[in-house]
């Protein structure tokens, strides 16, 4: 298996523990972030695929499922992007927006 | 594409991201922004961590980034729109996040 596919899905995992037993949000039990990550990654797939399919980032064959043939979809690939970019984001966005409500409710009592 | 505009072509996409997200701080009347300590709380500390990740699998060769395409000021390898993604992207995030928990709130209270 390659780097990033093994990074990438270990972050998503990594992302899921700390919103559930780290900082006690529980984002992923609610429907709130379901339908924000939902929005996200219809957004993600129109950036990265901006950043992907011109290029502008490139990936290299030993690191990704795919090859560095930059296609729209198949060979790994979702929109140009490789599809561990997925893992990759939703492991950044839950984790801020889980710090982001973890730090909420030190200091709010109500977010 | 003139040559110069080219090398906007990353600090674009985020620059549309910013501008497809602000409006939802006035629309939603989020207080995201009346925030910052929070805000710096939930986005640094995750971004270093991304970083490194970034600085680290650059340097082994398992991404790179287009010259062309992106300024030319480089830090540890990475273009400086590299480091702003991961401050804008889960920025973004989190005023998607709070916009939606508004509008849900906002339907649920008559």
Request: glycine content about 6%; hydrophobic content about 60%; some cysteine.
């Amino acid at each position: 298996m390659s780097a990033y596919t093994i990074a990438s899905g270990l972050a998503a995992l990594i992302a899921v523990c700390a919103d559930l037993l780290v900082l006690h949000t529980a984002l992923v039990r609610s429907r709130t972030w379901w339908m924000a990550y939902g929005i996200v990654v219809f957004f993600q797939l129109l950036a990265n695929g901006w950043l992907t399919g011109r290029g502008i980032v490139r990936y290299s064959d030993a690191a990704i499922m795919g090859s560095e043939r930059i296609v729209f979809f198949g060979d790994g690939r979702v929109a140009y992007a490789p599809v561990e970019d997925l893992a990759f984001g939703f492991a950044l966005v839950l984790t801020s927006c889980a710090v982001w409500a973890w730090a909420g409710a030190r200091t709010l009592p109500t977010s | 594409m003139a040559d110069g505009w080219r090398h906007a072509s990353y600090a674009a996409m985020l620059a549309l991201v910013l501008i497809a997200v602000l409006p939802l701080h006035h629309y939603y009347r989020l207080n995201t922004l009346r925030q910052p300590a929070r805000l710096f709380r939930a986005v640094i500390p995750v971004a270093v961590v991304f970083v490194i990740w970034d600085i680290v699998a650059a340097a082994a060769g398992e991404w790179r980034f287009d010259p062309a395409q992106t300024f030319g000021f480089r830090l540890w390898g990475l273009p400086l729109e590299e480091y702003a993604f991961f401050v804008v992207i889960p920025f973004a995030g989190i005023l998607t996040f709070e916009a939606v928990a508004a509008a849900v709130s906002r339907r649920h209270t008559p």
